[in-house]
């Protein structure tokens, strides 16, 4: 009799506990787990796989009640418009695969980046750049006078900012420049020989550099070189030359790389 009551009583507390409900801090749950204040969770696991990541979002309804959802749908939702999400006519794509999410080109070319300017993005060049890389292929003779070195060959020259017939490069856009040069001579007469370059920013000199030997004796070839850098704050349309004179004979070294003016513009 007592086993027939006992299996009874057991057929009865199943279904009761399978509906069983537990709240802190509440009487009255509503859920499974009822928690009434902060929840703290310890010592969670990270997600084994990217396919667990992608579905590991908790989010909370307006009622207090956990749930969780996937990355993907949180992006449609901000597409659409059913999240606080604040997009702009640049950006456009939900993230779907289908549908990914794609910046306009906002009218940057090529090596341009979009850079935020507080209001809208816009486009920018990645700086440093290198705007000229020049040569003198050809023979010139050197004047006692100070006169402008022209470099006829580039294989560089972004924008025709150097001119390879007058010597003359013109800054772009306002920014912070770097000019360097490198010119090679020989000499063989027995005398002091010195040769002078400098650069000239708007008429006014910025550097000046000067090399001077005196040979070992006649008929034996001697080079020197000289070379400068200088950084430039310029303005668009500001112009920049080396100039180039001697107190003796020389003969400039213009084969391989003996005469070169590179420009960067670092800002």
Not at 30 to 38: H, M, P, Q, R, W
Not at 44 to 63: G, H, M, Q, R
Not at 150 to 177: E, R
Not at 210 to 227: C, E, K, Q, R
Request: proline share 3%; with cysteine; aromatic share 8%.
């Amino acid at each position: 009799m007592i086993k027939n009551n006992l299996f009874q009583f057991i057929i009865i507390l199943i279904p009761i506990l399978s509906q069983c409900q537990v709240g802190i801090n509440t009487t009255t749950p509503t859920e499974a787990l009822d928690v009434n204040g902060k929840l703290r969770v310890r010592s969670i696991s990270a997600s084994p796989s990217n396919n667990a990541i992608k579905d590991s979002v908790l989010v909370f309804e307006d009622d207090g009640i956990l749930k969780y959802t996937s990355a993907k749908k949180i992006v449609e939702q901000a597409g659409s418009g059913v999240a606080s999400v604040e997009v702009t006519s640049s950006i456009s794509g939900n993230g779907t695969t289908s549908n990914p999410l794609t910046i306009a080109q906002q009218g940057a070319t090529t090596d341009q980046v979009l850079k935020w300017d507080g209001s809208q993005w816009v486009p920018s060049t990645l700086y440093p750049k290198l705007l000229v890389v020049a040569n003198r292929t050809s023979t010139y003779t050197v004047n006692s006078t100070y006169s402008t070195l022209v470099y006829n060959s580039t294989s560089l020259n972004i924008g025709s900012a150097y001119n390879t017939t007058s010597g003359v490069f013109t800054a772009p856009d306002n920014g912070l420049y770097q000019i360097i040069f490198n010119n090679q001579y020989s000499y063989s007469a027995y005398t002091n020989q010195t040769i002078f370059n400098r650069i000239t920013v708007n008429g006014v000199v910025d550097t000046e550099s000067a090399n001077g030997s005196w040979p070992a004796g006649g008929g034996v070839t001697t080079y020197i070189s000289l070379n400068g850098s200088t950084f430039l704050n310029l303005t668009a349309g500001q112009t920049v030359i080396i100039e180039h004179k001697r107190n003796n004979a020389v003969t400039p070294v213009t084969s391989n790389g003996q005469h070169v003016l590179k420009i960067v513009r670092l800002n």
